[in-house]
């Protein structure tokens, strides 16, 4: 019988120029950030102390450079650049890198020539590419009746170097990326993509920078960022569960009125934000019976981590937006993500009952709430199991604060100083308040 | 749901009175099956009529009242019969996650509203933490009309506050008065039965509810209420076992059990009384009553009140 053989096999332009399509060069910069940081994460999983990723970005070229362990030629012979990651690859240990994707696509999506050094302890190599030449790059092997045919050649040529010729000093990773690609070009000539790349990593790295992590863009070096949830009158939803191997966490309550555009979800897969205020119906609004996002809701905030040393049975996505919603472990959580939102959301629509003091309670929660940070809320255990416990309705505070006012005034340091120790007042505001009452007094203004 | 006694007395309301001896009836056998120390959820009103029933003919001696209405605190506290029944003034979905839900518990929720959201969101917090053995009632209004315009819905204003609870084939006749019941129903069931099949998804005791109650009653020119419940049993449970089937109110399926006391009077009944099962021939050969009346006196005749005027 004659074999009827279709071709299946992947072209290296569906590499280049289609995988690169799912992903900004915002997502795919953080792609290799997430490589560095696993790289952080084999040194010690608990402090980055001392640890720094350096990134140049300029309409010239893409740098990227790390003390954070590089990796072995081994590890690049046999995953780093194999499109895919081979099922007998060892366990990722927590890491976030996990499709055998990130690296080849974004360096793909930046530029035309690149250049990966890695110095580690055991071997120290550089691999060149240029892409225009290895898309082209064919080899000669034998079919199966012994004829020579031409098929794609998909290895890369590496080169072992010496101190002399290296841009590494300790062990890490270098990362250069020269004849940027045109629309790569165009977007690193705005100035305002930088501001944007900066709020991406303090947002979505927050954990990485808590534990020491020095990242530092075109010389600045960055902060963490990220979301508080309030507790004392109020106390979080709090559940923990381990399924599968995956610890997961889901902590949900209430935060700043502030700026509605933080409202909602967040989801840490191995302490990477992978889906951030989500208010979409793949964290529950809309349904069920639990509303859509209203700005009667701004107040709500829910996180969901997930812990796991096999990456591979996160519910992430390849491009690590989002969560893979249909995967059994994220519809475990979801159990739970709902049942705090129906709490949460039962007062705040309570809340809503106050009508034009509503907004004025709301305001006031924040004020003397205590608040934790999302470090915080990934650690700390709570007392509060499944439940939210809501803060008291408190009208009267709500028409006192109606019939205040705030005074302020700016006065002489050393004068204020003296005048606070002369009146006896433990704080500048006690004597401010010391200040208005004398008056009062002095003035024969109010009755006693 | 909070204001209903201002209208009328609730210890007097011979319907609601029937229904309660009747959910009373089967809840001692339920309890007794199941055994151990129950927890009862009520909303108490400042009447806290099923309060002391429940307490004096169950023996439930940890009672919890909710009360989101416009009562004082200090008219709640001297309206509650027992000094250990814990008042907690605030709205249902609040109150129940204040309250221990691990422990077994029979929670009657009367609410007099039509049905709202914070309905469903009371069954999700209720239904991802009530042990076998919970048994859930919940009584409405079941008007299905538009809080604004007072008219029936129609399929789209329906989905807008609905939303996915909304059935999926549904016409605009099934908000009439002649099936909203059913809609509920049909609501209640599939939002109780997602929120179980999630649950069995994550714990090791697979559960399921077991519809027990779908009650129709009108009191005399007043709301038309519709009461539904049921019991969370294991999967492998036979709830054939209680041994409920002594009671012809219990009903699993979508058609309703309708209680009408039917207007006769006290001669009357006792004329049925005396005639009933084994001489309705001959009662309805007198011509004082009709079959109907029969039918519908023998539906209630064990747990209907009677009322007498005294002097005090």
């Given at each position: 019988?004659?074999?009827?053989?279709?071709?299946?096999?992947?072209?290296?332009?569906?590499f280049i120029?289609?995988i690169t399509r799912d992903i900004s060069i915002k997502d795919a910069i953080l792609d290799l950030l997430d490589n560095s940081i696993d790289g952080a994460n084999n040194i010690n999983p608990g402090d980055f102390n001392n640890l720094y990723i350096d990134i140049t970005v300029n309409k010239d070229c893409f740098i990227i450079k790390d003390n954070c362990g590089g990796f072995t030629?081994?590890t690049a012979?046999?995953y780093a650049f194999r499109f895919g990651r081979?099922?007998?690859a060892?366990k990722t240990g927590g890491s976030i890198g996990r499709f055998g994707v990130g690296m080849k696509r974004a360096l793909f999506k930046i530029g035309q020539n690149f250049e990966v050094e890695s110095k580690n302890g055991?071997?120290?190599f550089q691999v060149n590419v240029?892409v225009?030449?290895?898309?082209?790059?064919?080899?000669?092997?034998?079919?199966?009746?012994?004829?020579?045919?031409?098929?794609?050649?998909?290895?890369f040529?590496?080169?072992?170097?010496?101190?002399?010729?290296s841009d590494l000093v300790e062990n890490g990773t270098f990362i250069k990326v020269l004849n940027l690609n045109?629309e790569v070009y165009n977007i690193f000539a705005i100035e305002s993509f930088l501001i944007e790349l900066e709020d991406d990593i303090e947002r979505l790295l927050n954990f990485s920078i808590e534990k020491g992590l020095k990242i530092i863009l075109n010389g600045k070096v960055l902060q963490k960022k990220g979301v508080?949830?309030?507790?004392?009158?109020?106390?979080?939803?709090?559940?923990?569960?381990?399924?599968?191997?995956?610890?997961?966490?889901?902590?949900?309550?209430?935060?700043?009125?502030?700026?509605?555009?933080?409202?909602?979800?967040y989801i840490y897969c191995n302490d990477r934000l992978v889906l951030e205020a989500d208010?979409?119906?793949?964290?529950?609004?809309?349904?069920?019976?639990?509303?859509?996002?209203?700005?009667?809701?701004?107040?709500?905030?829910?996180l969901v981590f997930m812990d796991s040393e096999e990456t591979i049975?996160l519910p992430l996505t390849t491009t690590k937006k989002g969560i893979d919603?249909?995967?059994?472990?994220?519809?475990?959580?979801?159990?739970?993500?709902?049942?705090?939102?129906?709490?949460?959301?039962?007062?705040?629509?309570?809340?809503?009952?106050?009508?034009?003091?509503?907004?004025?309670?709301?305001?006031?929660?924040?004020?003397?709430?205590?608040?934790?940070s999302v470090q915080?809320?990934k650690?700390?255990?709570?007392?509060?199991?499944?439940?939210?416990?809501?803060?008291?309705?408190?009208?009267?505070?709500?028409?006192?604060?109606?019939?205040?006012?705030?005074?302020?005034?700016?006065?002489?340091?050393?004068?204020?100083?003296?005048?606070?120790?002369?009146?006896?007042?433990?704080?500048?505001?006690?004597?401010?308040?010391?200040?208005?009452?004398?008056?009062?007094?002095?003035?024969?203004?109010?009755?006693? | 749901?909070?204001?209903?006694?201002?209208?009328?007395?609730?210890?007097?309301?011979?319907?609601?009175?029937?229904?309660?001896?009747?959910?009373?009836?089967?809840?001692?056998?339920?309890?007794?099956?199941?055994?151990?120390?129950?927890?009862?959820?009520?909303?108490?009103?400042?009447?806290?009529?099923?309060?002391?029933?429940?307490?004096?003919?169950?023996?439930?001696?940890?009672?919890?009242?909710?009360?989101?209405?416009?009562?004082?605190?200090?008219?709640?506290?001297?309206?509650?019969?027992?000094?250990?029944?814990?008042?907690?003034?605030?709205?249902?979905?609040?109150?129940?996650?204040?309250?221990?839900?691990?422990?077994?518990?029979?929670?009657?929720?009367?609410?007099?509203?039509?049905?709202?959201?914070?309905?469903?969101?009371?069954?999700?917090?209720?239904?991802?933490?009530?042990?076998?053995?919970?048994?859930?009632?919940?009584?409405?209004?079941?008007?299905?009309?538009?809080?604004?315009?007072?008219?029936?819905?129609?399929?789209?204003?329906?989905?807008?506050?609905?939303?996915?609870?909304?059935?999926?084939?549904?016409?605009?006749?099934?908000?009439?008065?002649?099936?909203?019941?059913?809609?509920?129903?049909?609501?209640?069931?599939?939002?109780?039965?997602?929120?179980?099949?999630?649950?069995?998804?994550?714990?090791?005791?697979?559960?399921?509810?077991?519809?027990?109650?779908?009650?129709?009653?009108?009191?005399?020119?007043?709301?038309?209420?519709?009461?539904?419940?049921?019991?969370?049993?294991?999967?492998?449970?036979?709830?054939?076992?209680?041994?409920?089937?002594?009671?012809?109110?219990?009903?699993?399926?979508?058609?309703?059990?309708?209680?009408?006391?039917?207007?006769?009077?006290?001669?009357?009944?006792?004329?049925?009384?005396?005639?009933?099962?084994?001489?309705?021939?001959?009662?309805?050969?007198?011509?004082?009553?009709?079959?109907?009346?029969?039918?519908?006196?023998?539906?209630?005749?064990?747990?209907?009140?009677?009322?007498?005027?005294?002097?005090?």
């Open positions: 019988m004659e074999d009827k053989i279709i071709q299946g096999n992947p072209t290296k332009s569906f120029e289609m030629l081994e012979q046999k081979p099922d007998e060892p055991y071997d120290h240029n225009n030449e290895w898309k082209y790059k064919k080899k000669e092997i034998r079919d199966f009746e012994n004829n020579l045919i031409e098929v794609d050649d998909w290895s040529q590496y080169s072992l170097i010496t101190d002399e010729t045109q508080t949830l309030f507790s004392d009158n109020s106390k979080p939803y709090f559940h923990e569960f381990i399924d599968n191997g995956i610890k997961i966490r889901v902590v949900a309550g209430l935060s700043f009125v502030g700026d509605p555009h933080t409202s909602g979800w208010k979409t119906d793949i964290t529950g609004w809309g349904t069920s019976g639990i509303p859509q996002w209203h700005v009667d809701y701004v107040m709500f905030k829910g049975n919603a249909t995967s059994i472990v994220y519809k475990k959580a979801f159990f739970f993500m709902r049942e705090a939102m129906v709490s949460v959301l039962g007062f705040l629509k309570d809340v809503r009952k106050l009508g034009d003091e509503a907004n004025d309670y709301r305001k006031l929660l924040g004020e003397q709430e205590t608040k934790i915080e809320l650690v700390n255990s709570f007392e509060s199991k499944r439940t939210f416990v809501s803060p008291v309705l408190d009208y009267e505070k709500i028409s006192i604060r109606n019939n205040s006012v705030r005074i302020s005034f700016n006065a002489d340091k050393n004068l204020a100083e003296m005048g606070k120790l002369h009146s006896g007042s433990k704080s500048f505001k006690e004597f401010g308040e010391y200040i208005f009452n004398y008056y009062l007094k002095m003035e024969e203004l109010r009755d006693e | 749901m909070m204001n209903s006694p201002k209208k009328f007395n609730y210890e007097t309301r011979p319907h609601k009175f029937t229904e309660r001896k009747m959910l009373l009836a089967s809840l001692q056998k339920i309890c007794n099956y199941f055994g151990g120390i129950y927890q009862y959820i009520g909303l108490g009103g400042i009447s806290f009529t099923d309060f002391k029933l429940f307490h004096k003919e169950l023996h439930i001696n940890e009672l919890c009242s909710i009360e989101g209405g416009k009562f004082s605190e200090k008219r709640l506290h001297f309206n509650s019969p027992y000094s250990f029944i814990k008042i907690r003034k605030t709205i249902s979905t609040i109150a129940l996650n204040e309250i221990d839900l691990t422990k077994k518990t029979l929670i009657w929720l009367d609410y007099d509203d039509t049905l709202n959201l914070s309905m469903f969101d009371d069954i999700r917090i209720l239904f991802s933490k009530l042990p076998v053995g919970s048994i859930y009632i919940m009584t409405c209004n079941r008007e299905l009309k538009e809080k604004e315009t007072r008219e029936e819905y129609s399929k789209e204003k329906f989905k807008d506050e609905f939303g996915t609870l909304t059935p999926y084939e549904i016409e605009n006749i099934d908000f009439s008065s002649e099936n909203n019941f059913r809609t509920i129903q049909r609501m209640l069931n599939s939002h109780i039965n997602n929120i179980v099949r999630e649950r069995n998804n994550i714990e090791e005791i697979k559960i399921e509810f077991s519809q027990l109650y779908n009650i129709l009653y009108q009191e005399n020119q007043g709301a038309r209420m519709f009461t539904y419940g049921g019991i969370i049993i294991s999967k492998e449970f036979r709830i054939e076992e209680i041994g409920l089937e002594v009671f012809d109110f219990i009903v699993d399926n979508v058609e309703p059990y309708i209680i009408k006391i039917p207007n006769l009077t006290r001669k009357e009944f006792e004329l049925i009384d005396s005639h009933l099962f084994l001489k309705e021939e001959e009662l309805l050969a007198k011509g004082i009553v009709s079959s109907d009346h029969i039918d519908q006196y023998k539906k209630v005749y064990k747990y209907i009140p009677h009322f007498y005027d005294i002097r005090m």
